[in-house]
């Protein structure tokens, strides 16, 4: 039997940073626990634009839809500023998504206990907080037609059509509410149903598919009101089902619950393939962080976490995904933070470097 594959896009910023210490575990994982994978390397986003003068070549694609997951770093930053919007960094990016059909983007939002302090909010609010956003990825007004800018009666208008069809709800939320009975058998699904025809469709469409599903609770809620509640009492909240844009939107204000995007990791999953695992790309929430880029200074858990996800979602291997979450969790409550994660003075914050190495260490620990 072949090992699983892997295929790394490290891309631009801290991305190569970050992703070098996840390379290190996955070795780590190959030496240690006999769980090998084929990995190979290659350009999205502004490395790929400066090698081959798009954001994505169609051989990384190729590569990207045959193996068994893509772990993706960052993309973009202001050296791509001004290239044409066909051509950004973030084109790269939407391609892969798009075209391996990742329907489904899970954001966990969780506040470990020893970073409960770092966040904005009070800590009775967001200690213990684990929440999930299943964000729909590849529709809505990201993708919708018409759009573009025009001249319009002496003026330019910008058009972006949000548009959604019964089957792209449905397969969202049946992803919605089987991770839920996983968790805790809750689902929030939000929209404006208020005053959009499409949420009207949404929550349609959702309230349809709960019927399969009647050992979950199914709760609706308008977006804006959910983003209110979100920084008001986050852990009403287990499972929250949304579209593309208020995903978008209400996954970073989440992210902020627990102090820092460098903690937060994402999983966009589509179909199963022929070996029954979905079609997967994971990667940080954080961005491509260019004011510290090359300096030592960026937190790779988010990206190691993402990593933990592949091990829990494409691999079947709950139990090592525990295991790294676990040693993430160690280092943390022993006091190791990167920049991002000092709250407070007296504390020499750690390198990239280190804290992977920390990481590791306490992976050691564990067997």
Not at 121 to 137: F, S, Y
């Amino acid at each position: 039997m072949s090992n699983p594959s892997i295929l790394i896009l490290p891309g631009d910023g801290i991305g190569p940073e970050v992703m070098s210490e996840v390379k290190k575990i996955i070795t780590w994982f190959g030496d240690k626990r006999d769980l090998t994978f084929d990995v190979s390397e290659d350009l999205v986003g502004g490395a790929a634009h400066d090698a081959h003068g798009v954001p994505l070549h169609d051989d990384t694609m190729a590569k990207a839809q045959e193996v068994d997951a893509v772990l993706l770093g960052a993309v973009g930053g202001p050296a791509y500023d001004d290239l044409d919007f066909s051509v950004k960094p973030e084109r790269g990016l939407l391609r892969l998504r798009k075209e391996m059909d990742l329907f489904s983007n899970l954001r966990p939002a969780q506040c470990f206990d020893a970073l409960a302090d770092f966040s904005s909010l009070k800590k009775d609010i967001v200690a213990g907080l684990d929440i999930m956003i299943v964000r729909e990825l590849t529709s809505g007004v990201y993708f919708g037609e018409p759009r573009g800018i025009s001249e319009q009666n002496g003026e330019r208008v910008g058009i972006n059509t949000q548009r959604y069809t019964e089957s792209e709800i449905r397969r969202v939320a049946i992803s919605a509410f089987e991770l839920a009975k996983r968790r805790n058998n809750r689902v929030c699904s939000m929209e404006k149903a208020n005053v959009m025809e499409s949420g009207i469709l949404w929550r349609d469409v959702v309230t349809e598919v709960h019927k399969d599903y009647p050992e979950v609770e199914l709760s609706h809620m308008y977006a804006d009101n959910g983003a209110m509640q979100l920084v008001r009492a986050p852990k009403q909240f287990d499972v929250i089902l949304t579209d593309n844009l208020f995903g978008d939107i209400l996954s970073d204000c989440a992210a902020m619950l627990t102090g820092s995007l460098g903690m937060l990791p994402s999983a966009s999953l589509g179909a199963p393939m022929e070996n029954g695992r979905p079609k997967a790309m994971y990667e940080p929430v954080h961005g491509s962080a260019p004011d510290i880029t090359g300096q030592g200074k960026a937190n790779p858990i988010a990206c190691i976490l993402s990593f933990a996800m592949a091990l829990r979602y494409s691999f079947d291997q709950g139990v090592e995904a525990d295991r790294l979450e676990a040693a993430v969790e160690k280092v943390l409550a022993d006091g190791v933070r990167t920049g991002d994660l000092l709250a407070g003075e007296g504390v020499t914050p750690v390198s990239t470097t280190e804290m992977g190495a920390a990481i590791i260490a306490a992976l050691d620990a564990s067997v």
